[in-house]
């Protein structure tokens, strides 16, 4: 009995040292978003979210990171071909983030500051438009 007592034991101090060590607190991550972490890399979430499937376009949105965010959100399109394109990247609230016309090619990259838009504790659709190509997906501030 004293063995067995001991082998529960060992079992729950194990779950409670793996749970401990969750990275994102998950009680506290809406089930809107696709949880991301500073690198890109995508933890779960919602698998809804963005253009995730479609890499072949010639236009991609890799979706933003970190999500949820810390501090600095992460904004990365590609475009395979050289073209002359509207860039907007919007809040739902009307807040832009980008609204531009130019030559795009490559990689561009853009930090959104939480601070910059006053976004604290709140669920945020985002929305990435490059001339026809859309993509959204929801941040969690």
Do not use: H
Request: contains cysteine; hydrophobic residues 35%.
């Amino acid at each position: 009995m004293e063995k067995f007592i001991k082998i529960i034991a060992y079992i729950v101090f194990v779950n409670v040292v793996l749970i401990s060590c969750n990275p994102i607190n998950s009680e506290n991550v809406s089930d809107k978003i696709l949880i991301t972490d500073s690198l890109g890399n995508i933890i779960g979430g919602n698998f809804n979210q963005w253009c995730l499937a479609d890499s072949n376009n010639q236009i991609y949105a890799r979706p933003p990171y970190p999500n949820p965010v810390s501090d600095t959100l992460n904004i990365e399109i590609s475009n395979k071909k050289i073209t002359y394109s509207d860039i907007r990247i919007f809040f739902e609230d009307g807040q832009e983030v980008v609204n531009q016309r130019i030559t795009f090619f490559g990689t561009r990259r853009y930090k959104i500051s939480k601070s910059d838009y006053g976004y604290n504790n709140e669920l945020k659709l985002l929305t990435i438009q490059i001339d026809s190509f859309i993509c959204q997906g929801y941040i969690q501030f």
